[in-house]
């Protein structure tokens, strides 16, 4: 072999191990922040990032909400914001509903995080604010729906993230609102946040379980309202430490509410040949989590193409559609005073069974059994 090419290989190989000891800690960091393969970088979540760590920090502790009766997508997000603010360096407070089966069951899948310090129940969280207090809202845009509407008027900053649609009713006061309806979840919008807070926030097992739990129950398992930024996302989340194992584990029913469901199912009506209505008689607390499980078990009835499904709770009647993309039920719980997306939507009347009943099949033979018969 020639000499001088013998020398020249040696030089390059002592080039690149050069570059490679220079951009070694880059190159770790921007891995572990999951930053690197991202098809598309989106410049309103690095804008809004760089907003919402500002006002973190000259907030002297921040309380994130989100609306009643917390879901996966809402509960998701507040921790994961929750993780950021510890990070940055600043007291974080979670609000919970004080009864939350849901999140009660994650909380026992996961009980070390040193997040379960920050969980406050709705009853308490009027004591542990301050004048200079910013509160974040997740995944609601709408006072009423706040697990503790009083908060708005009680705190100097309001910031809102949200993904539905925009509604009449509005947290006006909001100095931060980052609203995206086309994404999956407020948990995917939070889940990229977090990748532009900078280098000190660093995501865990515990808040990247949650949000992916979020997003999987938002999306039904990667099936509805799911872009490329959903599965980046995911990726980013599953790289960091989130269990999908977990997340299955969460979705399990138990025995009591599989036949809970099945009652309701084995009496549900068909509308217009294309819609399920189920209703449940049985008062529950855990009214709006059994409404959203069985319109899902509707829904994959052939030939159904939108499911709805009314339950009652102390003082009114959670009601839970889901559509398949060819019926927009968002509308329709707008109209309940809820809302949601084309596919999946929810409201909370405060009003019996009966008439909520009543109201709604009379909303969906204006609606659905029109278009049926045109």
Not at 255 to 263: D, L, N, Q
């Amino acid at each position: 072999m020639d000499p001088w090419l013998s020398n020249l290989s040696v030089i390059i190989l002592l080039i690149l191990a050069l570059v490679l000891l220079i951009f070694r800690d880059e190159f770790v960091k921007v891995k572990k922040k999951g930053l690197y393969k991202k098809s598309t970088e989106n410049k309103t979540a690095q804008a809004m990032a760089y907003s919402l760590k500002e006002l973190i920090a000259q907030a002297s502790q921040v309380v994130i909400v989100g609306h009643d009766m917390a879901d996966f997508d809402s509960f998701g997000a507040a921790v994961g914001v929750a993780k950021a603010v510890q990070d940055l360096g600043k007291r974080a407070w979670v609000v919970i509903d004080d009864h939350n089966p849901a999140i009660g069951k994650l909380l026992d899948l996961l009980p070390k995080s040193p997040l379960l310090d920050t969980l406050v129940k709705t009853s308490e969280v009027q004591r542990v604010l301050n004048p200079d207090t910013l509160l974040i809202v997740v995944d609601t845009h709408k006072p009423s729906l706040l697990a503790e509407p009083k908060l708005i008027n009680m705190v100097k900053d309001v910031v809102v993230i949200d993904h539905h649609r925009r509604g009449e009713e509005f947290i006006s006061e909001a100095k931060l609102v980052y609203v995206e309806t086309d994404a999956s979840s407020t948990c995917e919008l939070v889940t990229e946040l977090l990748q532009y807070l900078g280098d000190k926030v660093e995501i865990g097992k515990f808040e990247a379980t949650a949000l992916l739990a979020g997003i999987t129950v938002d999306t039904k398992n990667f099936v509805y309202q799911t872009g490329v930024r959903t599965f980046e996302a995911a990726s980013y989340l599953r790289r960091v430490g989130a269990e999908p194992t977990i997340v299955q584990k969460i979705l399990r029913d138990d025995m009591v509410t599989v036949r809970k469901k099945a009652e309701v199912i084995r009496n549900a009506r068909i509308l217009c040949g294309q819609t399920a209505l189920g209703v449940s008689r049985e008062i529950s607390p855990d009214a709006q989590l059994l409404a959203a499980k069985t319109a899902d078990a509707l829904l994959n009835i052939a030939e159904v193409n939108a499911a709805f499904v009314l339950w009652p709770f102390q003082g009114g009647t959670a009601v839970s559609a889901r559509s398949t993309g060819e019926l927009n039920v968002q509308t329709i719980m707008e109209r309940l005073g809820g809302g949601g997306h084309l596919t999946i939507a929810a409201a909370q009347v405060n009003d019996t069974l009966e008439n909520t009943e009543k109201t709604l099949l009379e909303i969906l033979e204006e609606v659905f059994c029109k278009e049926v018969r045109v």
